[in-house]
């Protein structure tokens, strides 16, 4: 039995940026009551974690990395290996599972950076984490035990659909699962709606239902995509004649081009 002025292990955010703050609040949303403590130089980041999800703020760097049962690094690509070298300078002995959250930064620079035998994973989590929605990719180190990979799994499932992905395939799902695809949809079909003649509420209400609700019935009726567009897009009807425009006026050509730059960005991220 835990003495009651020992307090149990927490879970150590290093960085409280808006990953951190989505992630927080979906684990809250979802019950989850864990020690949740975070570090960050900017005092204001704190305070508004503190007020709105009920997390603790990192005092001490060294003795709350030692105190931790799992230490998530949620800092830009650019900052990661100066805020492992932080915890290095520190000179903290960490038991911790370590999960980073950095977008392209490979499993062997984490290693390299951390300068001790620390067991990594990571991890890209959508926010929509936020409302328990989310999706997070993961991959791991091969020596990461299974009792391990269940811990993670089952932290990011209580905020969504959790998928376990070889390395290599991470910067391309990085590029592909990010919800700014939807924004970037949902606001140019809302301006072309707009220029055709709709009101800005009208053209959002009715691109945002040409999107999010169709895409709600894909997922609830469990039919290829094909079989959908088939049935939606009615030779020579108005749904066929849109889409054959946009296709023909570089609609998957632009998209492709946007994924593939995404994941340049990520491999270039690998190189700090």
Not at 62 to 77: F, L
Not at 229 to 246: D, F, Q, R, W
Request: with cysteine; proline share 4%; charged share 25%.
């Amino acid at each position: 039995m835990r003495h009651p002025e020992q307090k149990m292990k927490a879970t150590l955010f290093l960085g409280g940026g808006r990953i951190t703050g989505a992630l927080v609040a979906g684990l809250r949303l979802a019950g989850d009551r864990r020690r949740i403590v975070v570090y960050d130089r900017h005092p204001e980041k704190l305070r508004a974690l503190r007020r709105k999800s009920k997390v603790e703020i990192a005092r001490d760097l060294k003795s709350n990395v030692e105190s931790a049962e799992m230490v998530i690094v949620a800092v830009r690509p650019a900052s990661i290996e100066a805020m492992l070298k932080e915890v290095v300078d520190c000179g903290a002995n960490s038991s911790a599972f370590w999960i980073s959250l950095a977008a392209g930064i490979p499993l062997r620079n984490l290693k390299r950076w951390s300068g001790r035998p620390v067991r990594w994973a990571r991890a890209m989590p959508s926010p929509v984490c936020r409302i328990g929605r989310g999706l997070t990719p993961l991959c791991f180190e091969r020596s990461v035990p299974k009792s391990e990979r269940a811990q993670v799994r089952k932290l990011f499932k209580q905020v969504g659909l959790v998928l376990d992905l070889p390395e290599k395939q991470m910067d391309a799902i990085t590029a592909t699962h990010s919800p700014t695809h939807g924004y970037h949809a949902l606001a140019t079909l809302a301006k072309a709606a707009q220029d055709a003649g709709l009101d800005r509420k009208t053209a959002l209400i009715a691109a945002a239902h040409g999107l999010g609700n169709g895409i709600e019935y894909w997922r609830e009726r469990g039919e290829s995509l094909e079989a959908l567009l088939h049935e939606a897009a009615t030779p020579g009807g108005i749904a066929a004649s849109t889409m054959e425009a946009m296709n023909q006026a570089g609609f998957q050509n632009a998209v492709a081009r946007g994924v593939l730059a995404g994941i340049d960005r990520a491999r270039k991220n690998a190189k700090f």
